[in-house]
């Protein structure tokens, strides 16, 4: 157990539907990275952020959107949903914002199937 | 731009045979180097690292070694058991690109009993 916790576990939805997935990072640690997993694209870094603000941005579309809370738990908005987005969403967590050692915590991931 | 490169899989091998997962990697920076394990069903996990040059990672009875000259850090362990099978990822990070991690496409090991 990593301690990173994500939520829900699995989401079915349909074509054109918003939906929001949650990530609690572990204690003390005050960034979250979002990552999308599918077959076809590999483990792909989507955005971070730090103590609250955006960090870094990656690969994320423009109908994708995060934010993190003054509790650092962080939400990723997924909207006007595509069959191409269904796939494995993690969260990390890692105790600082920058620094090549810093290491990533994984949570268990969701699973976002659009139908 | 920065990226690693993983050998394709599968992967299978027999039970206590000899396991190496070649990584090499492109960086304009000094990147420190990972290997991130997944087991079916579970989020990454992180195997072994390494931040510099020559530096050795090792857990479980695998390691992995930072190669500058030959930017490699193949994942290697002497003997493997059932429960090593999962998909292995290889992954950089840089300051230089933001702290950015970037991973390879997975290794996917069977190792059969």
């Known amino acids: 157990d990593s301690g990173v916790t994500q939520t829900p576990k699995h989401l079915i939805t349909a074509t054109g539907q918003r939906v929001t997935l949650r990530c609690s990072p572990r204690s003390g640690d005050l960034s979250v990275y979002w990552y999308q997993q599918s077959l076809d694209q590999g483990l792909q870094f989507l955005i971070q952020y730090y103590n609250g603000e955006e960090r870094a941005k990656g690969n994320i579309l423009e109908r994708f959107s995060a934010q993190q809370f003054p509790d650092l738990h962080s939400e990723l908005n997924l909207s006007s949903l595509e069959l191409g987005d269904s796939a494995l969403y993690f969260c990390a967590s890692s105790v600082s914002g920058g620094g090549s050692t810093d290491t990533q915590y994984f949570g268990p991931g969701t699973r976002l199937t659009v139908l | 731009g920065d990226s690693v490169t993983q050998m394709e899989g599968p992967v299978t091998l027999s039970e206590e045979a000899f396991l190496t997962i070649n990584c090499t990697y492109t960086a304009t920076g000094y990147p420190s180097l990972f290997w991130y394990v997944q087991y079916p069903g579970e989020g990454l996990q992180l195997l072994l690292k390494?931040?510099?040059?020559?530096d050795k990672g090792s857990n479980k009875g695998f390691e992995a070694t930072y190669r500058k000259e030959t930017t490699s850090f193949h994942l290697e362990k002497g003997s493997v058991q059932v429960s090593d099978s999962a998909v292995y990822f290889c992954?950089?990070?840089?300051?230089?690109?933001?702290?950015?991690?970037?991973f390879g496409t997975g290794t996917s090991l069977t190792v059969i009993p």
């Open positions: 992954a950089l990070r840089t300051v230089d690109t933001g702290n950015q991690f970037y």
């Open positions: 390494a931040t510099k040059a020559d």
